[in-house]
């Protein structure tokens, strides 16, 4: 009968022991918080690893750009509520956030070689003075790059010497450029071929994505950096 309270003090403390071995095992050890009683309640799909996301590059691009090359992307404005955004190797050029753009055509004027930017101007096409735009474009040095893009109307203002000189530059569409098209451009001055980087779409009641407007566009590419600038 002495040896039944020993026994019972015994019993109690192997019963403790094992009870803290069972809820350590199940909390994972101290400090590591509650993962294996997690993991008892987690489903398959919920344990695999997620895809990793897909890198992107200068200017949001899926891949990189060749050596002397720019990198940029382009969004031409959203009927007349979004604006536009120029941007060239990282650095955002143009865009509502930097409080420079407006309707009409938004340009940014950037040197070939090196990449900077020499001037960003917006161009009111519908209410502006169209002189001003041609005091901007007339004296291009050799090799200069020219980006436009479009903000609600880029054309009403546009007169045969304006769509002459963005011709010149390597456009397509300029000579059709229309009210409320939408248009994003890349020329440069002394090209001797029509540029690839141009989109354009008609204004038309037909296929118009806003009302009054067509869709917004959006380009983005490599520009080989030129060999001569100014």
């Not at 590591?32 to 895809?51: D, K, M, W, Y």
């Not at 002397?68 to 404005?77: K, P, Q, T």
């Not at 990449?115 to 096409?125: N, P, S, T, V």
């Not at 519908?126 to 609600?152: C, M, Q």
Request: glycine content about 8%; hydrophobic content about 40%.
């Amino acid at each position: 009968m002495r040896l039944a309270g020993p026994l019972r003090v015994v019993a109690l403390v192997v019963t403790v022991g094992l009870t803290w071995i069972i809820v350590s095992i199940l909390l994972g050890g101290p400090g590591s918080g509650f993962p294996r009683i997690q993991q008892l309640f987690n489903s398959p799909e919920s344990s695999v690893t997620a895809e990793p996301r897909a890198r992107k590059y200068k200017c949001g691009l899926p891949q990189p750009c060749p050596e002397e090359h720019l990198a940029f992307r382009m969004v031409s404005g959203a009927a007349n509520v979004i604006g536009p955004k120029i941007c060239l190797e990282d650095k955002m050029l143009m865009s509502s956030v930097k409080d420079n753009v407006g309707r009409g055509l938004n340009i940014a004027l950037v040197n070939g070689v090196s990449g900077e930017l020499i001037e960003a101007r917006a161009f009111d096409m519908w209410a502006g003075d169209v002189n001003d735009l041609l005091k901007f474009i007339r004296p291009l040095h050799e090799g200069t790059l020219v980006f436009v893009a479009s903000y609600d109307d880029p054309a009403t203002k546009m007169n045969e010497e304006t769509r002459k000189l963005f011709s010149e530059l390597g456009s397509r569409n300029a000579k059709e450029l229309a009210f409320r098209d939408s248009w994003v451009f890349v020329g440069a001055k002394g090209v001797q071929n029509k540029s690839p980087f141009e989109q354009h779409v008609k204004n038309s009641k037909h296929t118009n994505k806003y009302e009054g407007w067509p869709e917004a566009l959006e380009m983005e590419g490599c520009i080989p950096r030129r060999s001569v600038a100014s």
